[in-house]
């Protein structure tokens, strides 16, 4: 899909298939394609998935929607797909800031792996720039 319509969905049911995926997205816009990824091999489910939608306003809607939604015992977790994001988001340059560590909110002060802060960081990211496209997708909507 285009850019920024493209999403990474986690916690599926074990035995979902491309069909399953698409019949539960296609509800919120024009799926474009939807793909469990499987295990080399066995061609079991690995647990995640992608789904890409015509247009950003129906992945920004499926992320709202579906994020935590509950299926076979199940919380699906859905975010946007790893440097996707619209606008400042995906910058390289962001990345420089990480080995400071200069940062007071920073959890810095138990000495928690590089990798970890990394990993919180990446998700701050990422949570930040799903708010900022849900309220840019709320504003625009007019009702």
């Not at 994020?67 to 859905?78: E, F, P, T």
């Not at 990993?119 to 997708?137: M, P, T």
Request: with cysteine; proline share 3%; hydrophobic share 30%.
């Amino acid at each position: 899909g285009p850019p920024g319509c493209n999403l990474f969905v986690f916690h599926l049911p074990d035995d979902w298939q491309d069909d399953d995926l698409h019949e539960y997205f296609v509800p919120h816009g024009n799926v474009v394609s939807a793909k469990v990824m499987k295990e080399l091999g066995t061609g079991r489910s690995r647990g995640f998935g992608f789904v890409s939608y015509e247009d950003r306003v129906s992945a920004a809607t499926a992320i709202k929607k579906m994020q935590g939604y509950k299926v076979m015992g199940k919380r699906l977790k859905v975010e946007f797909k790893k440097g996707e994001h619209e606008g400042r988001g995906g910058r390289e340059a962001d990345d420089a800031d990480l080995g400071q560590g200069s940062d007071d909110a920073d959890a810095s002060k138990k000495g928690y792996p590089d990798d970890e802060r990394l990993i919180g960081y990446l998700r701050a990211i990422s949570a930040k720039n799903v708010v900022e496209s849900l309220k840019e997708f709320e504003g625009g909507g007019g009702g």
